[in-house]
């Protein structure tokens, strides 16, 4: 379990995420989905723990912000690295 894995792991996930639709988002965001899993590295295939929060960035059906947590589940490696973006109607096709 390393911080370089799970900065690679972070950015996967999260461009995953950045590929949905504004319309996949707002269920997400309509449900406060908050995701808690385990992702394996892409070179050692250890298990990362994994938060995915969706939610409104400020009042529903406006811009929907994702945030994306990966932590070493208390193993104090790295602690935790973050992300997030926001995704906003008006911006919903690019």
Known sequence: ???AEARHVLEDVLVRYQRNSYDQL???AHACERINGQVPGPVTGTLYPIIIATEWAEAPDGDIRVTVVVHDHGANR???V????VKSPQRAEA
């Open 82 to 85: 973050a992300a997030e973006f």
């Open 26 to 28: 707002c269920d997400a």
């Open 1 to 3: 379990m390393t911080e």
């Open 78 to 80: 790295f602690g935790y």
